[in-house]
């Protein structure tokens, strides 16, 4: 057994892993996940066993500042290992970890997977979510244009400021028996928040876009937030002293780019 880079050429060996995820996605949809337009980082690691694929693990990676310092950040997307190979999973971890990335960051874990990052040390960068619902009264935020918002035109990605605050939201939106509901979930904030200005947020998301409510990681807030909180496990590894500052704008675009559903 070896670990190996997974680019566009071995698309095809990885297909049967990839569709036993969701059969659903096209090849054309599948593909560009295998694209990393941004670095030259190989778009992903694979498990090859007498030259077949037995798993892959994907990875999203970028240059970020972070206190005053340029790091490399990778956070692990698409991980899937055939049955037949499971007993080698964990070497895709010890060749996560042995790379010299700077910052890793995991995003909502399965139980399974969160106790695997764990035996390496992997720290709690994030465990809990909040859903904010509006307020009764209508709120006024502007759109705001910096170099970050420029650079990630996406498409149902906001922009917005008020009283000094500035954020970027994603636009969620999901069908349940027929009926259609909207929400955002914040991906950038230049200051922590409180629960005053994500209930005036919230408000004018509803005025102006009909969503239902602002789902915000609990490590972009500060003081009691009265919201729904739930379990959004996320783990780092990082020589950092407040790993916190980094946000979830580029692995969170850089999914929306790479056509996950």
């Not at 569709?19 to 992903?44: C, L």
């Not at 035996?119 to 705001?144: A, H």
């Not at 035109?153 to 509901?181: D, H, N, P």
Request: glycine share 6%; net charge neutral.
């Amino acid at each position: 057994m070896n670990i190996c880079d997974i680019t566009m050429d071995r698309f095809d060996e990885c297909r049967e892993l990839l569709y036993s995820i969701n059969p659903r996605m096209s090849d054309e949809q599948w593909k560009v996940v295998f694209e990393s337009h941004w670095t030259d980082q190989a778009p992903g690691i694979g498990i090859e066993v007498d030259g077949v694929i037995g798993g892959i693990m994907m990875l999203i990676t970028s240059t970020r500042e972070i206190e005053g310092n340029l790091l490399k950040v990778c956070a692990p997307s698409t991980w899937v290992v055939a049955p037949e190979y499971r007993q080698y999973s964990l070497g895709l971890l010890q060749h996560l970890m042995a790379t010299d990335f700077d910052v890793i960051v995991t995003h909502t874990l399965s139980d399974v997977a969160y106790r695997m990052f764990k035996i390496f040390k992997m720290v709690d960068f994030e465990d809990s979510k909040y859903l904010i619902l509006p307020r009764l009264g209508m709120e006024t935020f502007k759109p705001f244009e910096n170099q970050l918002v420029r650079d990630h035109q996406f498409s149902g990605c906001v922009s917005l400021s008020a009283m000094g605050y500035e954020v970027i939201l994603k636009r969620i939106c999901k069908i349940k028996k027929g009926v259609k509901f909207t929400f955002f979930e914040l991906l950038y904030t230049n200051q922590l928040l409180d629960n005053k200005i994500l209930k005036k947020l919230s408000s004018h998301l509803f005025f102006k876009h009909f969503s239902g409510g602002l789902l915000v990681d609990s490590r972009f807030t500060k003081g009691k937030i009265h919201g729904f909180k739930y379990d959004n496990k996320k783990l780092c590894r990082a020589n950092l002293e407040h790993p916190e500052k980094l946000d979830n704008l580029y692995s969170e675009l850089a999914v929306m780019s790479r056509g996950y559903p």
